[in-house]
C-alpha cells in the first residue's frame, strides 16, 4: 500500500472521446471515497506546465457522466516533449503536493507519461480513452463503442438514400491505423464491402465483389473505409476508380470526420469509464504505477504503460470471415 498517497490529479490528452468525463468523475469520486484529495488539470500536458489545477469534489462532477468530450479540455504541447517543460510541470506538481498521477488519453499521450514518470519517478497510471481502440493491453478503449455505434446509425440513414437511387456509396471512417471501426460497425450496419488497412483486398478483388452484388441483384451498396486502408490512395481516387470501371452505378463518398468522436458516451462507455476510473485510483493507492487500465474478458488488468505502447492491437479475424460470408 502507497500510505503516503494523499493527493492525486487526474487530466485528458490527445484526441477527445466519449467516456472521459465519465472517466474524470469516476477518479473524482474515487478518490474522495478513499479519503483522497483530487485536482484535475486543465488543458492537458500543457496544463500541468502552466499549473492550470484546479481542487475538485465529489459535487464538482455533478452530470457530467453523460456528457461528450472532456470538461477538462485537450491541448497538444510541444513544450512537454522538452526536458525543461517537463521540469515545470513536475515543479508545479510538487508545489500543489500532488502525489500521483491519471493520465486519459492514447498511445501519444501515454508515452508522454512514462518518460515522465522514467524522469521524476512519479506515480503515474493511464486510462485508454480513444475511438480508435487500437491500444494494446485492453479489449475496449474509452469512447470506441459510442463510436461505433455513431458510424452505425449513419451509415443506416445512408442506407435509405443508396437504395432509392441505385447509388453506391464509399463511407469513410476514422482508423488511420487500425481498422475496428470499419470492422464492427460495417458488420453492423451490413455493409456489402469493408476496407481496412490490416488488409488490403485490392482494387481488382474489390470491384470483383461488386459486380457479384450487382449480378445477385443488389441495386444499391455500401463500403465502408478506414481512412488508413490501402487499396487506394484516398477514398476519392478509390471512388473514381470504381465509376469508372462500373458505370452502372451513381458513386457516391461520404467522409464522416470528426463526428465520429462527438455525442453523449454510450451506456457501455459511461460504465467502461466508470470501472477504469476507481481501478487507477485503486491501484495507485495499492503502489502501482507506469501501467495503463485496461479491461480482458470483463476483468480489469493492468499494462506497462510501454506495452501498452509498443504492442498492437489485433484485428478480430473470425469478423472478416464473417464479413466475408454475409457479403453475398
Excluded: W
Excluded at 19 to 40: D, H, K, Q, T
Excluded at 70 to 87: Q, V
Excluded at 99 to 126: C, H, N, R, W, Y
Excluded at 163 to 190: P, W
Amino acid at each position: 500500500m502507497n500510505e503516503t498517497l494523499k493527493r492525486i490529479a487526474v487530466l485528458t490528452s490527445g484526441g477527445d472521446s466519449p467516456g472521459m468525463n465519465a472517466a474524470v468523475r469516476a477518479v473524482v469520486r474515487s478518490s474522495m471515497f478513499y479519503g483522497l484529495e483530487c485536482f484535475v488539470v486543465y488543458q492537458g500536458y500543457q496544463g500541468l506546465i502552466d499549473g492550470n489545477f484546479e481542487k475538485f469534489t465529489a459535487r464538482s462532477v455533478n452530470n457530467i457522466i453523460n456528457k461528450g468530450g472532456t470538461i477538462l479540455r485537450s491541448a497538444r504541447s510541444l513544450e512537454f516533449r522538452t526536458p525543461e517543460g517537463r521540469k515545470k510541470a513536475f515543479a508545479n506538481l510538487q508545489n500543489n503536493q500532488i502525489d500521483a498521477l491519471v493520465v486519459i488519453g492514447g498511445d501519444g499521450s501515454f508515452t508522454g507519461a512514462m518518460i515522465f514518470q522514467e524522469e521524476f519517478k512519479f506515480p503515474v497510471i493511464g486510462i485508454p480513452g480513444t475511438i480508435d481502440n487500437d491500444i494494446f493491453g485492453t479489449q475496449y478503449t474509452l469512447g470506441y463503442d459510442t463510436a461505433i455505434n455513431t458510424v452505425v446509425e449513419v451509415i443506416d440513414k445512408i442506407r435509405d438514400t443508396a437504395s432509392s437511387h441505385n447509388r453506391l456509396f464509399f463511407v469513410e471512417v476514422m482508423g488511420r491505423d487500425a481498422g475496428h471501426i470499419a470492422l464492427n460497425s460495417g458488420i453492423g450496419a451490413g455493409a456489402e464491402e469493408i476496407l481496412i488497412p490490416e488488409e488490403n483486398r485490392g482494387l481488382e478483388q474489390l470491384l470483383e465483389s461488386l459486380k457479384n452484388s450487382e449480378k445477385s441483384g443488389k441495386s444499391s451498396s455500401i463500403v465502408v473505409v478506414a481512412e488508413g486502408d490501402k487499396t487506394g490512395k484516398n477514398v476519392f481516387e478509390l471512388a473514381s476508380y470504381v465509376e469508372q470501371n462500373l458505370p452502372y452505378y451513381e458513386v457516391r463518398v461520404s467522409v464522416l470526420g470528426h463526428m465520429q468522436r462527438g455525442g453523449a458516451p454510450s451506456c457501455f462507455d459511461r460504465v467502461l469509464a466508470s470501472r477504469m476510473g476507481v481501478h487507477a485510483v485503486e491501484s495507485l493507492k495499492s503502489g502501482k504505477s507506469n501501467v495503463m487500465v485496461g479491461v480482458m474478458n470483463d476483468q480489469m488488468q493492468l499494462t506497462p504503460l510501454e506495452k501498452a505502447i509498443k504492442g498492437k492491437s489485433e484485428i478480430n479475424q473470425n469478423l472478416l470471415r464473417v464479413t466475408d460470408i454475409l457479403s453475398i
